[in-house]
């Protein structure tokens, strides 16, 4: 069975750092492009950055850019997200998904697998 697992979220101060861990598993997640969305309380889920398959191509939601950088590592079936400079807005629930048209992933953030969410608290 395809899994999704994210790990890594916390509390941190503004201007702190994190690194989000999403591990694969049940299929290998090589050949698909896959990413990050996150949804703050009483709002609706955004895209955050994706990467593709090669880990060649990268894009991230402008709120980020600068800031987050997404990796990923194909032989341990690892996605990472490293935030710096972190904001009070940054708070939310983020998401680790994969697969589906790339368009559609960032536009409409439609995925074939999600994780469960890891917490991440951003305090001023």
């Known amino acids: 069975q395809e899994q999704l697992v994210e790990s890594g979220g916390g509390l941190v101060q503004a201007g702190g750092s994190l690194r989000l861990s999403c591990a694969a598993s049940g299929r290998t997640f090589s050949r698909a492009h896959m990413g990050w969305f996150r949804q703050a309380p009483g709002k609706e889920r955004e895209f955050v950055a994706v990467i593709n398959w090669t880990g060649g191509i990268t894009s991230y939601a402008d709120s980020v850019k600068g800031r987050f950088t997404i990796s990923r590592d194909n032989a341990k079936n690892m996605l990472y997200l490293l935030m710096n400079n972190l904001k009070p807005e940054d708070t939310a629930v983020y998401y680790c998904?994969?697969?589906?048209?790339?368009?559609?992933?960032?536009?409409?953030?439609?995925?074939?697998?999600w994780g469960q969410g890891t917490q991440v608290t951003v305090s001023s």
């Open positions: 998904a994969a697969g589906g048209d790339w368009g559609t992933f960032v536009a409409s953030g439609k995925a074939d697998y």
